[in-house]
């Protein structure tokens, strides 16, 4: 096997692949254009064989990709961050493409008999612009909490908050890629949006389904049970607590 020099990081290497930085062989060659393309599917997206791979084994088998990532099996899957990313852009291209709000303000919030119609008012419209103007930080909550609920939830099997974290980047991620993909399917198909409640019980129904494949190794009543007080625990934050916050903080009319 003939010694090249890499161009990348003027390291000598035998084979396709440099020892030292990783760059492919074909980096040394004049740039062609199969070559960029190539390139750009591989380091922005990993698409060609990477992503659709990775989702769909979240969707059948959501538990296996996140422990084969945790155990030390990077490459086989897109990375959790990339996705996320990926996910988020998708997210942030149908808010714009297809105005999602619109189906938002045309559905009634909760209303808590216990509070002022005023703070019942307040809540509904840091809902709307939760959902819509700070979609990001929203997501963020959704990434952020469950890692912390499961982490005290689940501590006996001494996972780190990272390995949870980067467990729901996954989880997150892929139940936002199936509710838009169906948000995009029927609306360009029958040009209609699916309700919200639809879409909040899909992603109910995958998150489950996540972790209960996710936590395998707790018997099954208690991983039920804790999984559900976990979403419980969620579902209170985000629809009560942090618009309840808000309206008190900064009240909305
Ligand atoms: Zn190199």
């Not at 982490?151 to 908050?161: A, E, Q, W």
């Not at 639809?198 to 996710?214: E, G």
């Amino acid at each position: 096997m003939e010694t090249q020099n890499c161009h990348n990081c003027q390291h000598s290497f035998e084979g396709n692949f440099c020892n030292h930085c990783g760059q492919r062989n074909i980096g040394n060659n004049r740039l062609r254009i199969r070559e960029v393309v190539n390139d750009f599917f591989d380091n922005t997206f990993n698409l060609h064989k990477g992503f659709f791979f990775t989702f769909w084994k979240l969707i059948v088998s959501p538990g296996k990709v996140a422990h084969a990532y945790i155990k030390g099996q990077r490459k086989r899957f897109t990375n959790p961050t990339r996705y996320l990313v990926i996910a988020l852009a998708f997210q942030a291209f149908m808010d714009y493409w297809f105005k999602t709000d619109e189906i938002l303000e045309k559905d009634e919030y909760f209303y808590f008999p216990f509070l002022s119609e005023r703070l019942n008012n307040s809540m509904e419209l840091w809902n709307i612009k939760l959902t819509i103007e700070f979609s990001l930080l929203s997501s963020l909550f959704e990434v952020l909490l469950f890692p912390i609920i499961f982490y005290v939830l689940f501590r006996s099997l001494k996972l780190n908050f990272t390995e949870l974290l980067t467990t729901n980047f996954y989880y997150i991620s892929t139940s936002t890629l199936i509710t838009m993909t169906i948000l995009f399917v029927t609306k360009v198909l029958f040009d209609v949006f699916v309700s919200i409640e639809f879409i909040a019980l899909l992603l109910l129904i995958y998150v489950s389904w996540a972790y209960l494949s996710f936590f395998k190794t707790t018997p099954l009543w208690i991983r039920s049970l804790k999984i559900g007080v976990g979403i419980a625990f969620f579902l209170i934050m985000r629809v009560f607590v942090l618009p309840f916050t808000l309206s008190l903080l900064n009240p909305l009319t």
